[in-house]
């Protein structure tokens, strides 16, 4: 089914790219008397959600702020949950997103995540890259001062004079 756009939104004024910062999935299970990692399983519906629309309306980039730096301060149990869902997503998914001409991408640094997640984006990431449709973008252990850490350390790396 394609979701047309409602006649109230004018199709000139759509934004060409959308952020969306997850927050509140664990206050949505809680709120239903459901334990917080039914929120985050509710949470990817709602991303598998907005891409459709994205497609749908002709909006060509999202990105989802998925996980942030401080998110590593969550009851162990819960980061592991989310890692393994995002195996899990990455696995279960990206067959589908593949078809549908998506293109993932990530950002933040993945290399604290655990290895097998590590090779899994690795794997949708080669999967997409031709992909012309949107680009979906991920920022995963992200921060913004960790950006801005990474970014002076790239321009400090292109200004060192050649040896
Ligand atoms: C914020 O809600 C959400 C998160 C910290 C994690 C969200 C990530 C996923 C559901 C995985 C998505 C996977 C892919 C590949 C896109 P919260 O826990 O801060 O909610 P609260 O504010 O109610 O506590």
């Known amino acids: ?14 934004p060409k790219h959308i952020a969306v910062i997850m927050d509140g999935n664990g206050r949505w299970g809680k709120q ?24 749908d309306w002709g ?10 730096t401080e998110n590593w301060r969550r009851p162990p149990t819960e980061v592991e949950f989310l890692m393994a869902l995002f195996e899990k997503v990455l696995c279960r998914e990206i ?18 995540l655990p290895y097998s997640l590590q090779e899994e984006i690795q794997k949708s990431v ?14 995963t252990n992200y921060g913004g001062r960790q950006e801005l850490v990474q970014a002076c350390q790239a321009i400090a790396q292109k200004l060192q004079p050649e040896k």
């Open 1 to 14: 089914m394609v979701h047309s756009l409602p006649v109230d939104l004018d199709p000139q004024k759509l």
């Open 126 to 139: 080669v999967q997409t890259e031709q992909n012309t449709g949107i680009q979906f973008t991920v920022a």
């Open 32 to 55: 239903r008397g459901l334990p917080r990692i039914m929120g985050h399983q509710k949470g990817v519906d709602t991303i598998r959600n907005i891409l459709t629309y994205c497609q």
């Open 59 to 68: 909006i060509n980039a999202l990105t989802v702020y998925a996980f942030s």
């Open 95 to 112: 067959k589908i997103w593949a078809q549908k001409g998506i293109q993932i991408r990530f950002v933040g640094d993945l290399t604290s």
